[in-house]
C-alpha cells in the first residue's frame, strides 16, 4: 500500500470507531499504529469529538495531511469491539487497500439490535432506575411504559434527522406527561421517581465521565467539547420537564 | 442482606437494558454486567465511609479491575465492559438535577449540584485511570 492509501485508511477506521463512541486514546493509538506499522516514518494524529486530522512526515518529501469531520456520535460499544479488532488484525498482517475496505464494508451492514429489542431494552432502563431511585414496584411499572412510549418518540425522530437538543426536549416533556397524568389517575405513584427513572434513558451520565477522564488524560480540548455536549443534553432535558411540568400544573 | 441482594439484582438489569441500547452482545452483555453488579455492591457496602466520593472512587476500582480481567479472558476492548458497568453509578441525574435548578434561577443549589456531579465524574474518572495506568506498567515491567 502506498502512503495515501495507508492515510485513507486509518482514517477511515478512526472515524469509525470516533462515531461509535470509542475513547479519544483509543482513536488516536489505533491509527498511530496502524500508519507506523505499515512503515511510516512518524506520523501525528489529533481527534476531537467533531473531527479528525492526520498527518504523514516523511523526510524528504511533502507531508502528507487529511482531515476528516465527524457529525453524528451514538454509542455502539458492539462496533467499538468490531473495529479494535480489524485495527489490531491490520497491524498484524497488513492487508491490501481492497480488503481493508471490505471488511470495513462489513461492520457497517452489520446489524444492531431490531426495534422491538430497543424498547424493551428501555423499558427495562426505566423500571431499575426508577427502582434504584428507590421507587416502589408501582413507579416501575408506570416507568416501563415511559421509557418504551420514549423510546419509541425518540427512534421516531432520530430517523427523520431532527436536531438531537430538539429530540430530547420533545422525549423528556412526553415521559413527564405521561407520568403526571398517571399520577392524577393513580395517586400512590410517585412522579418523580418515574420521570428521573425513564430520563435515565437519555442522561448524560457516561458522556460526563469520559469528558472528565479525557481531560485528566490530557486530551483537553476533546475532554471540554463532551462536557458542553453533555450539559446541552442536560439542559435540553431539564427543559423538556420543566416545560412540561409547569403547563399540566396549569391544568 | 436480602435487600443488598434485591438491589444488585436491579442493578443488573439496569446494566442489562444498558448492553442491550448499546448493541454488546452474546455473552459479553452477562459479563459486563456482572461487573455493574460488583461496581454497586461495592457502592453499597461503603455506606460508612466519610464521603460519597470514596465510595464512588472504591467501587469503579473495582470494576475497572474486572473490566480489565474481562478484557482479557473475552479479548474485547475493556471499554465495553467498563462503560457497562460504571452506568448505575454514572452521575447521570446529578447533571439532570443541575440543569434543573439552573432553568428554575436556583443558583445556589445549580451551583452545589453542579460541583458534587463533576467531583463525582472525577472521582469516577480517577479510579478508571488509576487501575488503566497501573495495568500498562506492570505490562511494561514484564516485558
Known amino acids: ?251 | 442482606m436480602s435487600s443488598l441482594l434485591t438491589s444488585g439484582l436491579i442493578a443488573f438489569v439496569s446494566c442489562l437494558g444498558f448492553s442491550l441500547a448499546f448493541n454488546v452482545h452474546g455473552m459479553d452483555m452477562m459479563y459486563a454486567s456482572v461487573g455493574g453488579v460488583i461496581g454497586w455492591l461495592v457502592f453499597l457496602l461503603g455506606e460508612n465511609l466519610p464521603s460519597d466520593l470514596l465510595q464512588y472512587f472504591l467501587a469503579t476500582i473495582a470494576l475497572s479491575i474486572y473490566a480489565e480481567v474481562m478484557a482479557r479472558i473475552r479479548k474485547a476492548p475493556v471499554t465495553v465492559f467498563q462503560i457497562i458497568a460504571m452506568l448505575p453509578l454514572v452521575p447521570g441525574s446529578g447533571i439532570y438535577h443541575t440543569m434543573e435548578y439552573a432553568i428554575a434561577g436556583n443558583t445556589n443549589l445549580f451551583l452545589e449540584t453542579g460541583l458534587h456531579t463533576l467531583a463525582i465524574a472525577g472521582a469516577l474518572s480517577i479510579g478508571i485511570i488509576l487501575v488503566s495506568s497501573l495495568v500498562r506498567l506492570s505490562r511494561e515491567y514484564h516485558r
Open chain 1, 1 to 251: 500500500m502506498n502512503q495515501e492509501d495507508v492515510l485513507n485508511a486509518a482514517i477511515e477506521v478512526g472515524s469509525r470507531l470516533l462515531e461509535n463512541g470509542a475513547e479519544i486514546s483509543r482513536v488516536e493509538q489505533s491509527m498511530e499504529r496502524m500508519i507506523l506499522a505499515y512503515g511510516a516514518p512518524a506520523c501525528d494524529v489529533f481527534a476531537i469529538p467533531t473531527s479528525i486530522m492526520v498527518s504523514i512526515t516523511t523526510e524528504g518529501a511533502a507531508p502528507q495531511t487529511r482531515i476528516k469531520r465527524i457529525y453524528e456520535r451514538e454509542t455502539n460499544l458492539g462496533k467499538v469491539s468490531r473495529l479494535n479488532d480489524l485495527s489490531r488484525r491490520i497491524c498484524a498482517t497488513l492487508p491490501t487497500a481492497g480488503q481493508i475496505k471490505d471488511e470495513l464494508a462489513r461492520i457497517d451492514t452489520s446489524r444492531d439490535y431490531r426495534l422491538s429489542i430497543q424498547i424493551l431494552a428501555a423499558t427495562l432502563i426505566s423500571a431499575s432506575f426508577a427502582l434504584l431511585f428507590n421507587g416502589s414496584w408501582i413507579d416501575a411499572g408506570v416507568a416501563v411504559v415511559c421509557g418504551a412510549c420514549l423510546k419509541i418518540v425518540v427512534l421516531g425522530m432520530s430517523r427523520l434527522h431532527t436536531n438531537r437538543f430538539f429530540i430530547n426536549v420533545v422525549g423528556s416533556a412526553l415521559t413527564t406527561a405521561i407520568a403526571f397524568l398517571t399520577a392524577r389517575l393513580i395517586p400512590i405513584v410517585q412522579i418523580d421517581k418515574v420521570i428521573i427513572g425513564t430520563l435515565m434513558n437519555l442522561v448524560p451520565g457516561v458522556a460526563i465521565t469520559t469528558s472528565m477522564q479525557d481531560i485528566i488524560a490530557g486530551d483537553l480540548i476533546a475532554g471540554q467539547a463532551k462536557l458542553v455536549e453533555a450539559l446541552m443534553t442536560a439542559t435540553a432535558i431539564a427543559l423538556g420537564t420543566g416545560s412540561a411540568l409547569a403547563l399540566l400544573r396549569l391544568l
